[in-house]
């Protein structure tokens, strides 16, 4: 059985950053997804970014890109969520999740939560200025 645990989260300033860890361990195939999410209070779940384990493509909406970057450690089953220039509307827990997946991993339905079937427990970020 696959898990994923996030670490790295915490209590920061505006502008400063943080680098959130999503472990993965257990049996899983070879083409899945693995995808950041947060949520704030009274806020619906949002995407900030997946990474096809594969392939290393990684995809990111535009509200984070440039300031967002996601990269995997192929051999400690990482991957890793570099936030920079961080703002207080940042502050959420963050999620991680895999994906198994058809194809080639990609496109609007990978960016949603319904298409992930494990998730970690959360973490933590809260920007303050």
């Known amino acids: 059985q696959v898990q994923v645990t996030e670490s790295g989260g915490g209590s920061v300033p505006t502008g400063a950053s943080l680098r959130l860890s999503c472990s993965v361990s257990?049996?899983?195939?070879?083409?899945?997804?693995i995808g950041w999410f947060r949520q704030a209070p009274g806020k619906e779940r949002e995407f900030v970014g997946s990474?096809?384990?594969?392939?290393?493509?990684?995809d990111q909406p535009d509200s984070v890109k440039g300031r967002f970057t996601i990269f995997r450690d192929n051999t400690r089953n990482v991957v890793h969520l570099q936030m920079n220039t961080l703002k207080a509307e940042d502050t959420a827990v963050y999620y991680c999740?895999?994906?198994?997946?058809?194809?080639?991993?990609?496109?609007?339905?990978?960016?949603?939560?319904?298409?992930?079937?494990?998730w970690g427990q959360g973490t933590q970020v809260t920007v303050s200025s």
């Open positions: 990474i096809t384990w594969s392939t290393g493509r990684t």
């Open positions: 999740a895999q994906s198994l997946c058809l194809g080639d991993c990609s496109g609007p339905f990978y960016k949603t939560p319904a298409a992930y079937d494990t």
């Open positions: 257990g049996r899983t195939f070879t083409n899945y997804n």
